[in-house]
Each structure stands twice: as C-alpha cells, then as structure tokens.
C-alpha cells in the first residue's frame, strides 16, 4: 500500500497560517475518521498534534487544527511561529486493519 | 507519565535476527494496543505492526513490506512489548519506535527509539 501523499515543503512568515494536505483513497483516508497528525522536530520522536481527524490532545496548542473532505485530510498551523519549524507527517486507518503514514512535509518558518 | 523505552538495536550483519524490546509504564498495559513504527536515516516514518490489549491480542497486524519477517509479540506480566526482526536487510537500517496506540493501530504516544543498523 502506497504512503499517503504530503507536499514536500510548506512555508509561511510568522503570524500566517500555512495548510498541508495529505491525500489518499478511500480505502483510508476517505473510509475512516481516524486520521492523526504528527509534529517531529529533528533528533526527537515524533508528537501527535491532532487525531480523529479534527481533535486536539491535551496541552497541544489551538493555532493547530484538522479537516477532512474525501479522500484529502488537512493540517492547518494559524499564527505560525518560529517553534512549529519540523516536520509534520499525517497517518490514517486502513480497511486492511493497518495505519499508513504520509510521506511528510517539512515546515518552514522564513 | 507514561514511558516507554525502547531497547535491542545495533550492529548486526545481514541475515541476522534481532529483537527489540519495549518497556512500557504509567498506563493500564495490558488493555492497551502498542505499535512499532520505523524510520530509515533521512526518511519518512513507516508503521510496521500492532498488538491488541488483553483479550484482543491474537489482532497482530503487519505492514506487507515487514509481513513474514517480523513478528509482534508482548508479555502482559512485564509490561514489554517486542519486534523480533528476522533475515535483516540493508533496507532495515532505522530508529525504531514503540508506541502507545490509539484505539488499535494509530501511534499516540512514542517513545525514543532504538536504532537498528544492518551492514557487513
């Protein structure tokens, strides 16, 4: 099974707000409402930022937000800040009883 | 506060076997699905397998790409979960991961990794 697909960069001044995509079939992305984010900065593991599409774990900051529309999840940073520099993978529940991952997208802050 | 450390990785020569070991702390284990994940030097992050809690621990799921060379398993009584990696290729190179699962599959809550390095 194909990772799921992220842009290979984004980035944004501080204060904006950036998106990144992540794109699958419905066969996980489009199927299920268990998509997840993840925030890893370099040398560190990485740290879930949202889960159930659009949830927000205890103690991660509102600027971070999760949509869904088909078979495209979305990450949306608002008021970015020279701390959300990493990078950020989405991931999902498949119809085969696995998650898959996306190929990534590291976060630039200019 | 949930831990989890990880341990096992290092220098192993292609063919060979390894496991790695996970223990787990600050949370009911035995009723919580645990996950592996990998990430090879400079690459995105790849689930590799998953184990249910107790009375869901026959569920041991496995990415095609790992299917038939890793195998999942935990003992409840210690708290540790482990991936027994065997025929070890190049391609294995990377830190693994343990992590507390979500649900059944989906990585919560990670821990730092051991780093697997298979080279002749």
Known sequence: QSALTQPASVSGSPGQSITISCTGTNSDVGNYEYVSWYQQHPGEAPKVIIYDVNKRPSGVSYRFSGSKSGNTASLTISGLQAEDEADYYCSSYTIIDTEIFGTGTQVTVL | EVQLLESGGGLVQPGGSLRLSCAASGFRFRYTAMTWVRQAPGKGLEWLSAIGGTGDDNRKP???????????????????????????????????????????????????GTLVTVSS
């Open chain 2, 62 to 112: 496995y990415a095609d790409a790992v299917k038939g060379r890793f195998l999942i398993s935990r003992d409840n009584s210690q708290n540790m979960v482990y991936l027994q990696i065997n025929n070890l290729r190049v391609e294995d190179t990377a830190v693994y991961y343990c992590a507390k699962a979500r649900g059944y599959v989906s990585p919560e809550f990670w821990g730092q």
